[in-house]
C-alpha cells in the first residue's frame, strides 16, 4: 500500500508497482514529503527496455530487507525518463559534473528535499562487486551525509546550480558561424571516423544518425569523402548484428566495434531515423541493400509496434526469458548452431553457416551465436538464405517474446512519421505513406488537447487512451519536421494547418528571449534547472530540428517570422556551433540552409499525369529542395504555392521568393535541378 506506482501509465512504473519500496512518481506529493519530513530524496531514473536498470531492480528493489533500509532513509521517487526527458537531463548533466564520468541508466541521484542532487551513480549492486559498493551499505551513509554535513551542501549545491547555468551558451549578436564551420564539422567527423569497420571512434558504436546525416548533406556538395564514410557505415550497420537479419528493426547500439553483437533493445526513434536515411543512402548509391532494410524495417514497425489506432509503441526489451525461463539479455535473438541445423536443409545449413556465421566461434558471450551477415549471398544462394530467414525467423517467432513498451511517445512517432513518409515517397508505397497520416491524425486526435500537445499517451486495456504530461522542445519540433516531410509525400491542407499551430506554440511557449529555444515550456513544471541544448544525442537536438522545421515552413508559407526565429536559434548557439560543430550537426543543418536557402519546386497537374514525374524527382538526393506535388483535387494552398496550370504537368522552381517560368518537360526540369 505504501508503494503509489499503481495508476501510472509509464510500463517502466508500472514494472515496479509491485515492489516493496515505497516508490512514488514525481509529483507534488512525494516533493512536499520530503520537505515535511527533512527526508532527502533517493531518485532512480530508468527505461522499460533499459537491461542494467532491470538487474538493480531484481537485486535491490524487489529485496524487502533494501526496500526497508530505503523506505527508512529516503522518499523514493522513481522516473521513466522517456515520459520525463527534462528531469534525466537535468540530472544526467549534474551526475556528469557531481562523479566526472558518463551518465546512462538507470541512474540513481541522491537529492535534498529542494532537488539539488548531492551524490549520483548509475547502477549500484545489491552488494559489493565491480569496484561499486553495495547499495543496501551505501543507503543510510548517503543520507547520514545530508543530515550531518549541511552547510558543506548548502556550498555545494550553489556551486553546482551556477555551473548548470553555465551549460547554457551566451548569444552572438551577430552569426559567426559560415560555411567554414560546416567544413570544420566533416574534419571533426572525419578524425574520429573508424575507416576500417564504419561509424565514429571505438566499442561501444552508436548509429549517430544527426552526423550521418551531415555526412550526406557534405556529399551531396561534392565531398566524396563524406559519401564514402556515411555508406560504409550504413553498409556496416546492415550487415552487422545490430540490425535483425531475421526480423528487421535496429537495435539501439553495438557493444564492438564491428557491429556485430548490439545491445539488444530496440527503440522506435533508432528506427525512425534510420529509415529516413536508408531511403536517403539508395537515392546517392541506388544499393539494392538499402531498400530491403527499408522495407524490413518498416515490416518489422507494422508488425510488432504499430498501435491498432495507427500510432506506434515506444520499444522492446533487451532481456526476455530463455528456454529455461531465465530473463536473460538476448535470449529471444540468439542461437546454437545445433538448433539451427534442426531447422535447415543440409543446402540451407551450409548456406546460413557461411553468411550467418554458424560455423565460426561462438560471438554472444561465448556460448551463443547472434548472426550477423559476415558474406552476403552469392547470386545461386540468394532465395536458399531467403529460406533460411524464413524458417528461422518463424520459429523465433515461438520463443518468449521481449516485453514492449507500448506507451506512445509523441517525438518519437514524430521521427517514425518522418521515416516513413520519406520512405513512401522514395520508393512509391502509399501505404508507407498512409501510416504516416495515420500516426499524425493519432497524434492530432489524442494528444493535441486544447490547442496544446502533450508527450505521452497509453492505451488503459479498453481503448481509452490516457493523455498527458505537457509536450517538450522536441514533441513540437520533431513533429513540425515531420508534417513538412508528410506534406511532400502527400500534401494535405489539413496537415499544413497543424504544422502552422505547432510553429506558432514553438514560438510562444519555448523561444528564449535572446534567442533559441528551451527544452520545457514557459509553463512547465519549475525544476533546479532549465535546459537549453545544441548538441544531438541519439535523437537530434531539439533547437536544430526546431530551426530547420521553422526556416522551411517559413518559406512554404512565406512567413518571415519563423525565418527570423531561425537566425535568432543559430545566433544563440553560435559559440557551440564554433566550438564544437560536429556535436551541433543538427544546428549545422539548419545554418547550411540559412545561408543557402532551400530550393522549392512546386509540380501542379493531373494526378494520373504526375506519377512519371514523382518516380523520377524522388529517385534523386535532393537534401535542401522541397518538393509539392499537387493535383487538380488539392485545395486550400497558401498563396507560395497557388499555381494556375494547364492539363499537363507544371512545375516551378523556386529560390527565396523568384521562381522559374512554368516547365512542363520532366527532362527539363531534371536538367534545371
Given amino acids: 500500500m505504501l508503494n503509489k506506482l499503481q495508476s501510472e501509465t509509464s510500463p517502466y512504473l508500472l ?28 531518485l532512480s531514473i530508468g527505461y522499460s527496455a533499459c537491461h542494467w536498470c532491470h538487474v538493480m531492480a531484481h537485486e535491490s528493489f524487489e529485496d524487502a530487507n533494501v526496500a526497508a533500509i530505503m523506505n527508512a532513509h529516503f522518499i523514493n521517487i522513481k522516473v521513466d525518463r522517456e515520459e520525463r526527458p527534462d528531469i534525466d537531463q537535468i540530472y544526467q548533466t549534474a551526475h556528469s559534473m557531481l562523479s566526472q564520468k558518463s551518465g546512462g541508466w538507470p541512474l540513481t541521484v541522491f537529492l535534498t528535499p529542494n532537488q539539488e542532487p548531492y ?94 546525416t551531415l555526412l550526406l548533406h557534405a556529399a551531396k556538395a561534392g565531398n566524396k569523402a563524406a559519401e564514402a564514410m556515411a555508406l560504409q557505415m550504413l553498409s556496416a550497420m546492415a550487415n552487422g548484428g545490430i540490425y535483425d537479419q531475421l526480423g528487421g528493426g535496429f537495435c539501439r547500439y553495438s557493444v564492438d566495434e564491428r557491429w556485430n553483437i548490439p545491445h539488444f533493445e530496440k527503440m522506435l526513434y533508432d528506427n525512425g531515423q534510420l529509415l529516413f536515411l536508408y531511403c536517403d543512402g539508395w537515392q546517392i548509391s541506388k544499393d539494392e541493400r538499402y531498400q530491403q532494410i527499408v522495407e524490413e524495417t518498416v515490416a518489422w514497425l507494422i508488425r510488432e509496434m ?22 536473460e539479455e538476448g535470449a529471444f535473438y540468439v ?40 558474406f552476403p549471398p552469392e547470386h545461386d544462394e540468394v532465395i536458399t538464405l531467403t529460406n533460411v530467414q524464413t524458417k528461422l525467423f518463424e520459429a523465433r517467432e515461438k520463443r518468449r517474446r521481449p516485453g514492449r513498451d507500448d506507451k506512445i511517445l509523441t517525438s518519437w512517432n514524430a521521427l517514425a512519421i518522418k521515416g516513413l513518409a520519406r520512405a513512401g515517397r522514395v520508393f512509391n508505397r502509399p501505404d508507407w505513406i498512409k501510416l504516416s497520416q495515420d500516426a499524425v491524425d493519432f497524434i492530432r486526435n489524442k494528444l493535441w488537447v486544447k490547442d496544446q500537445l502533450l ?130 550537426a543538427s544546428l549545422c543543418h539548419a545554418l547550411a540552409e540559412f545561408l543557402a536557402p532551400p530550393t522549392m519546386v512546386i509540380i501542379r497537374g493531373e494526378a494520373r499525369q504526375m506519377g512519371a514525374w514523382r518516380s523520377v524527382l524522388n529517385q534523386t538526393y535532393y537534401p535542401h529542395h ?17 499555381r494556375n496550370f494547364t492539363q499537363d504537368v507544371n512545375a516551378w522552381v523556386c529560390k527565396g521568393v523568384v521562381c522559374s517560368p512554368s516547365v512542363n518537360n520532366l527532362r527539363e526540369i531534371v536538367k534545371y535541378l
Wanted: aromatic share 12%; charged share 20%.
Fill in 15 to 42: 514494472q515496479h508497482a509491485d515492489n516493496p519500496v515505497a516508490w512514488y512518481p514525481w509529483g507534488v506529493e512525494a516533493l512536499t514529503l520530503a520537505k515535511q519530513q527533512d527526508k532527502p530524496i533517493l
Fill in 119 to 212: 551524490f549520483t551513480g548509475t547502477y549500484f549492486p545489491k552488494t559489493s562487486r565491480y569496484q561499486l559498493p553495495g547499495f543496501a551499505d551505501l543507503i543510510p551513509r548517503v543520507a547520514a551525509f545530508y543530515h550531518e554535513r549541511k552547510d558543506d551542501l548548502a556550498v555545494q549545491n550553489g556551486q553546482l546550480v551556477d555551473a548548470l547555468k553555465r551549460t547554457i551558451p551566451m548569444p552572438s549578436s551577430t552569426l559567426g558561424a559560415s560555411d567554414l564551420t560546416l567544413n570544420l564539422a566533416f574534419t571533426s567527423l572525419e578524425s574520429s571516423f573508424d575507416f576500417e569497420h564504419g561509424g565514429f571512434g571505438s566499442a561501444p558504436k552508436f548509429p549517430n544518425p544527426a552526423d550521418i
Fill in 306 to 327: 504499430h498501435d491498432k489506432n495507427g500510432a506506434f509503441y515506444s520499444s522492446l526489451d533487451a532481456d526476455s526469458m530463455d528456454a529455461h525461463g531465465h530473463s
Fill in 335 to 374: 542461437w546454437q548452431p545445433d538448433e539451427v541445423k534442426a531447422l535447415l536443409t543440409p543446402e540451407e545449413f551450409i548456406v546460413a553457416s557461411r553468411c550467418f556465421g554458424f560455423d565460426r566461434a561462438a560471438n554472444f558471450e561465448g556460448v551463443a551465436w547472434h548472426p550477423y551477415l559476415v
Fill in 455 to 584: 508527450a505521452t499517451c497509453k492505451d488503459d486495456g479498453n481503448g481509452n487512451y490516457h493523455a498527458h504530461l505537457n509536450a517538450y522542445l522536441d514533441d513540437y519540433a520533431f513533429l513540425l519536421d515531420a508534417l513538412v516531410e508528410l506534406l511532400q509525400a502527400d500534401y494535405r491542407a489539413v496537415d499544413l494547418a497543424f504544422a502552422e499551430d505547432l510553429a506558432e506554440n514553438l514560438l510562444e511557449s519555448f523561444e528564449a528571449e535572446e534567442g533559441g529555444f528551451f527544452f520545457t515550456s514557459h509553463t512547465h513544471e519549475s525544476l533546479i534547472h532549465r535546459p537549453k541544448q545544441g548538441y544531438d544525442n541519439a535523437t537530434p537536438n531539439g533547437n536544430g530540428i526546431a530551426a530547420v522545421a521553422l526556416q522551411k515552413l517559413g518559406h512554404i508559407l512565406g512567413e518571415p517570422r519563423y525565418l527570423q526565429a531561425t537566425e535568432r536559434t543559430l545566433k544563440a548557439f553560435d559559440s557551440s556551433m564554433a566550438n564544437n560543430p560536429a556535436a551541433c
Fill in 626 to 642: 522541397l518538393f509539392f506535388y499537387l493535383d487538380e483535387n488539392v485545395a486550400d494552398l497558401p498563396p507560395m504555392l497557388q
